[in-house]
């Protein structure tokens, strides 16, 4: 039932609207599995027998995080682009009245009739 609704909704609204909202979870999900990844790193940082190992993981820790970062804002940046391009031709399309493309009949042209060849 939730699902049904949710897609109807989904259906129902803006393209724009559902590309952020697409964004929104693409970023969140990214930025959850960098932190994921970068606890990892801090956990081999922690269980690291020297020093040189110690700061490599936490190095990588922080690239880590630097890189996801740098990804989910050029993720945010194109889907608010898709989405302002989408919106802004959706309104510049309602804006243009429809052309009406005038009849064969009213136009006055007639074909020629095919000659026969005998």
């Known amino acids: 039932m939730y699902l049904a609704k949710r897609k109807e909704n989904m259906a129902g609204a803006d393209l724009d609207?559902?590309?952020r909202q697409l964004a929104r979870q693409l970023h969140t999900n990214l930025m959850a599995r960098a932190k994921e990844r970068r606890?990892?790193?801090n956990g081999l940082?922690?269980?690291a027998k020297g020093k040189e190992a110690r700061d490599r993981y936490k190095q990588m820790a922080k690239h880590t995080?630097?890189?996801a970062t740098a990804a989910a804002r050029r993720l945010q940046i194109s889907?608010?682009?898709v989405a302002?391009?989408?919106a802004r031709s959706i309104r510049l399309a309602a804006a243009v009245p429809a052309v009406q493309k005038p009849d064969k009949k009213?136009?006055?042209k007639t074909k020629p009739a095919k000659k026969k060849k005998s």
């Open 106 to 108: 009213q136009s006055g």
């Open 45 to 47: 940082a922690a269980k």
């Open 17 to 19: 609207v559902v590309i």
């Open 65 to 67: 995080m630097e890189q």
């Open 84 to 86: 302002d391009s989408y």
């Open 79 to 81: 889907a608010d682009n």
């Open 39 to 41: 606890d990892r790193f």
